[in-house]
């Protein structure tokens, strides 16, 4: 079953009434460690970004097949992109005119990130300075009633959740305009990915911040997650959003 079907949307929604029961609902669909891992290497591929000020050096970092799709390469329907994303890992796209940055994995999710207005970038390359005013790096944090439980929760993650349980299709929304985007297209060798994670020290995890510690450190609890990423350091009492 597909994260972002109908019927995905509909059991998600029917079955989840808090993080946890999500989390089980996702193993239970054997979808879980791959979906986490996927995200993981999206804030990994962002963080990369961010440190080294051009996304176009990122991808030396990780063994990927790597594609570049040029502004205007795209129909305004977004379907020739659709059609690739369905065998990529990650697609980043970045709007040249609006300092937007789009990302969205293989299994359907998909958030967008907005640059200060005013500040707009180069698609060809210019550093990207402002990650952060999204809250992919904040601590802001977001109070909302999720499956009628009320939860507080840092910005980032509740627009990532917002996307999961909301739209089935990404590119439904109408702004920005993805056929003037320019998109970064990764195929990720995620056994070697997985080893670069590993060796990631915990100043660096912490870094990472938005998926690392939704998604590695909120989910130890379940086995066959902590055995995937292999976390040898403990959980504190800040660390858990739900408390």
């Known amino acids: 079953m597909r994260l972002y079907s109908r019927e995905g949307r ?10 946890w ?3 089980e609902v996702m193993d239970e669909l054997g979808i879980l460690d791959r979906t986490m891992l996927i995200l993981t290497t999206a804030q990994y591929v962002l963080w990369l970004t961010k440190k080294l000020r051009y996304i176009r050096t990122a991808y030396n970092y990780i063994d990927t097949s790597f594609l570049i799709l ?26 040249s005119g609006t300092g937007t940055i789009c990302l969205y994995t293989r299994e359907g999710l998909g958030f967008e990130f907005y640059a200060p207005e005013g500040e707009t970038e180069s698609a060809y390359g210019a550093p990207l300075r402002r ?3 999204s809250g992919l790096l904040m601590d802001d944090t977001f109070e909302a009633e999720l499956f009628g439980v009320k939860v507080k929760l840092p910005t980032a993650e509740a627009h990532l959740l917002h996307h999961m349980l909301t739209y089935s299709l990404p590119f439904s929304m109408p702004w920005p305009d993805y056929d003037q985007m320019q998109w970064y297209l990764f195929d990720i060798d995620m056994d070697h990915l997985l080893e ?19 998604f590695t450190r909120n989910l130890t609890k379940i086995p066959r997650l902590q055995q995937l990423y292999e976390l040898d350091y403990p959980i504190s009492e800040q660390d858990l959003w739900w408390k």
């Open 131 to 133: 990650l952060s005013h």
């Open 196 to 214: 670069l994670i590993r060796k990631l020290d915990e100043a660096d995890l912490k870094k990472l911040g938005l998926y690392t510690r939704f």
């Open 21 to 23: 029961d999500l989390a």
């Open 10 to 19: 509909e059991l998600l929604r029917a079955e989840c009434r808090n993080f």
């Open 70 to 95: 040029e502004p205007g390469t795209l129909p305004a329907s977004g379907k020739t992109l659709y059609d690739l994303k369905e065998r990529m890992d990650l697609v980043v796209g970045k709007d």
